[in-house]
């Protein structure tokens, strides 16, 4: 399917002092739910089927990131969808993923050190922070967790599941393999088409999870080169908020 295609490049993990050097000249895009897309568009909101504590019952994300996630889904080979797992994230997830990616690891590995344990973590789950020259890249809405389904609405199969925090989840990974298997090559071919088609329409990657892409936040500044972020940290609009901006 992809075989043609060239290979995931390698990427240094950002540099994340870096990172927050770019700033972020707020567009004001409002979040939208990716809900409301056509096929073959889907949307799955994985934390809050888990049951994940404060997840939302919807994919959202910047108008800019909805057209061109629609854009990447309609240039897909037929018979193929693209699934978005995660969006917008509110802090208080991002703090329970991050606490508890920690503790899990910490329990495995007790003679890390606090710089270490950190690193480790940071190397899944960003660190939960509400600043606006920080900002953690799901809280912008420019931040976003995909894969590929067949024509079933099955996800394909990409080497690791979703949010396996294992190098063998690092997007380029499977490009390292010298003579990989049938399954192993069908992986990583998956993880090419999306890699493509997702850079296609100016996402960029996250090399250590082959779903995150980031179009706008300042993840995507840092790697695209751009001069500044589009997004910062943004909320959905409630009909709280609405009443106090009406009133």
């Known amino acids: 399917m992809a075989d043609h295609l060239p290979p995931i490049p390698e990427c240094p993990e950002p540099d994340w002092a870096a990172v927050e050097r ?16 056509p096929a073959p568009l889907r949307a799955y909101p994985v934390y809050a089927r888990l049951g994940i504590p404060g997840a939302v019952h919807e994919c959202y994300v910047r108008e800019g990131v909805y057209r061109r996630l629609l854009a990447v889904a ?18 208080r997830v991002q703090q329970y993923l991050f606490d508890t990616l920690q503790e899990t690891i910490q329990a495995r590995h007790p003679e890390l050190d606090a710089e270490a344990l950190a690193a480790r973590t940071r190397e899944f789950v960003a660190l939960p922070s509400q600043s606006p020259e920080a900002p953690s890249p799901h809280l912008t809405g420019g ?7 067949d024509a079933d ?5 990409m080497g690791t599941l979703f949010d396996e925090a294992v190098p063998a989840s690092h997007s380029a990974a499977l490009e390292r393999r010298d ?3 049938d399954a192993q090559r069908r992986a990583r071919d998956h993880r090419r088409l999306l890699y493509h088609a997702m850079a296609a ?6 090399p250590s999870e082959w779903w ?15 001069p500044a972020a589009r997004y910062g940290p943004t909320r959905p609009m409630t009909l709280e908020s609405r009443w106090r901006r009406g009133v």
């Open 201 to 206: 329409e100016g996402f960029t990657n996250l």
């Open 179 to 181: 003579a990989p298997d």
């Open 212 to 226: 995150h892409f980031d179009l706008g936040d300042p993840l995507w500044a840092h790697y695209g080169d751009h």
């Open 153 to 157: 609405g099955l996800p394909l199969d």
């Open 22 to 37: 770019r700033p972020t000249l707020e567009c004001d895009e409002p979040l939208v739910p990716v809900s409301l897309a």
């Open 143 to 149: 931040a976003v967790d995909v894969t590929l389904c």
């Open 74 to 91: 309609r240039a897909l080979p037929e018979g193929l969808s693209l699934l978005v797992l995660d969006g917008w994230r509110p802090w």
